[in-house]
Antibody, heavy 119, light 110 residues
Framework: QLQLQESGPGLVKPSETLSLTCTVS??????????WGWIRQPPGKGLEWIGS???????YYNPSLKSRVTISVDTSKNQFSLKLSSVTAADTAVYYC???????????WGQGTTVTVSS | NFMLTQPHSVSESPGKTVTISCTRS????????VQWYQQRPGSSPTTVIY?????PSGVPDRFSGSIDSSSNSASLTISGLKTEDEADYYC?????????FGGGTKLTVL
């Protein structure tokens, strides 16, 4: 059974870079047809897609975050990662990783990790 | 880029039927599949409808989805409401380079 697990610092200082990793277990990140995405949810608010990556390295980003986001994949470790630069308090959220086919649903989600931006 | 607009909240009594709408701001709702997710407090979202009207295995047939091109919207209908259906519901769709979520609807079953 495929599982995703987010990891990374729970506290990041303003203006610094948020870095998270999603580890895929029970299956290969190199499976064709699947994208690996990051979604976040600020406290008390809705879901926001951050971006997705294909195992080959093709990336797609939310236009509102594109200038600050980098998503990468490490197939040897079965992991993909998120970097969000120049963070502010508005980036405080639960960050989820998820698997999806582009035209279908996000069928496997991680449990989410809370990241707080504060000095 | 397009947006998906949902009502902030809906409420209904147990046993009744409720419909949650999701309106696409630009581009045809029929051009790209719509998904619906249920999210209970403290949990990750789970899919209740995909590809406009398909139910993943394990989702009861009380949940159904549809699209209406005339209003450029999608709808999630839950019949025979149960208290366990109380949750936040999100629609989601995509275009060639973006995935978009609606703002979410809080369903209260009282």
């Amino acid at each position: 059974q495929l599982q995703l697990q987010e990891s990374g610092p729970g506290l990041v200082k303003p203006s610094e870079t948020l870095s998270l990793t999603c580890t895929v277990s029970g299956g290969s990140i190199s499976s064709s047809s699947y994208y690996w995405g990051w979604i976040r949810q600020p406290p008390g608010k809705g879901l926001e897609w951050i971006g997705s990556i294909y195992y080959s390295g093709s990336t797609y980003y939310n236009p509102s975050l594109k200038s600050r986001v980098t998503i990468s994949v490490d197939t040897s470790k079965n992991q993909f990662s998120l970097k969000l630069s120049s963070v502010t308090a508005a980036d405080t959220a639960v960050y989820y990783c998820a698997r999806h086919e582009w035209e279908r649903y996000m069928d496997v989600w991680g449990q989410g990790t809370t990241v707080t931006v504060s000095s | 880029n397009f947006m998906l607009t949902q009502p902030h909240s809906v409420s209904e009594s147990p046993g009744k039927t409720v419909t949650i709408s999701c309106t696409r701001s630009s581009g045809s709702i029929a051009s790209n599949y719509v998904q619906w997710y249920q999210q209970r407090p403290g949990s990750s979202p789970t899919t209740v409808i995909y590809e406009d009207n398909q139910r993943p295995s394990g989702v009861p047939d009380r949940f159904s989805g549809s699209i209406d091109s005339s209003s450029n919207s999608a709808s999630l209908t839950i019949s025979g409401l149960k208290t366990e259906d109380e949750a936040d519901y999100y629609c989601q769709s995509y275009d060639s380079s973006n995935q978009v979520f609606g703002g979410g609807t809080k369903l209260t079953v009282l």
